[in-house]
């Protein structure tokens, strides 16, 4: 049968082969192959389709081992959902390490930020939309990809508004947007956010301050767009320019409008889903990586919703 010999780190070798040889087990058994730990790496004895996807799902893994990041049954299984899928398995550099995916969601969300110049981040609280559209957005800066970094949400929330807020426009933002600048502090951290920041390369604002602008060479964040009108979804969509990319997350099941209906999120996807250069990623009550209990608090909403639903 043909093999492979894949050289890696002594803790990386103990991370692909797991406790008593659960993960190598897991690889085995979804690509048929044989994974064998002889010493300085990890053999592979298979077909060759079978090999690539069992060297990708290793090579993931690995690149997690070499961040420090712990490796669960859970990473092993995303892993081989990415493979299996063609999906690329890097993650994105950040300022403890790299992100990387934690769900088969996740990483078809990051292959779609890479490949198209719109993406819609559907699905609950806790899936990772925000944060990796974020670390997507950091990552063009630094590269000098874009120019710009901005983030916007419309000021709709628990309703309340910016108005009842203490302070100039600033000191009514930035609590507002403080989800935004925990994930950017988590990603950049403090000093780079900051110089970043009054250098005018990272802008965080509300979503009416977007009118009248466009925004070239710049990677645009869309946050909370639930809670978007339809107007006011076409206004930000076309405020893109030369050079310029476009995430938009929310979750159109928690529309804080006074009429849900007029939500532009769910109105934006349905005319614009299957146009080039659109990517729609979906995420589900399974790719909350938020503390165990948020996936059942969210499943338990949905049940409520579901049975009071006329």
Do not use: C
Request: no cysteine; net charge neutral.
């Amino acid at each position: 049968m043909p093999s492979e010999f894949l050289p890696l780190t002594d803790e990386a070798v103990r991370a692909v082969a797991g406790p008593g040889g659960r993960h190598a087990a897991m690889i085995e058994d979804a690509f048929h192959v044989l994974v064998e730990t002889p010493g300085g790496g990890v053999s592979l004895n298979g077909e060759a389709k079978a090999r690539r996807d069992a060297r990708q799902t290793i090579e993931t893994l690995a690149g997690r081992v070499a961040t420090s990041l712990e490796i669960t049954s859970a990473d092993v299984r995303v892993a081989i959902d990415q493979a299996r899928a063609g999906l690329p398995g890097a993650g994105l550099a950040a300022r403890r390490g790299r992100v990387a995916a934690k769900t088969a969601a996740q990483a078809r969300y990051l292959e779609a930020l890479a490949k198209d110049d719109l993406v819609f981040g559907l699905g609950p609280a806790g899936t990772g939309k925000t944060f990796l559209a974020v670390a997507h957005g950091a990552g063009l800066l630094r590269s000098g990809a874009v120019e710009r970094l901005v983030v916007t949400r419309p000021a709709v929330e628990a309703g309340e508004r910016l108005g009842f807020l203490p302070g100039d426009l600033g000191e009514k933002v930035d609590p507002y947007m403080a989800p935004v600048w925990e994930a950017m502090i988590d990603i950049l951290g403090a000093d780079s956010l900051r110089r970043r920041r009054d250098r005018g390369e990272i802008e965080v604002a509300p979503i009416a301050f977007m009118r009248g602008r466009t925004l070239a060479h710049a990677f645009v964040i869309v946050d909370e767009a639930q809670n978007t009108s339809r107007l006011q979804m076409k206004m930000v969509l076309t405020r893109l320019g030369e050079g310029s990319r476009m995430a938009v997350t929310g979750d159109p099941s928690q529309v804080d409008l006074i009429n849900p209906a007029d939500s532009g999120l769910a109105h934006a996807v349905s005319i614009l889903e299957g146009q080039e250069g659109v990517g729609i990623a979906r995420f589900s009550v399974a790719d909350v990586v938020r503390h165990p209990l948020v996936g059942r608090i969210v499943e338990a909403y949905d049940a409520d919703a579901a049975r009071r639903a006329p």
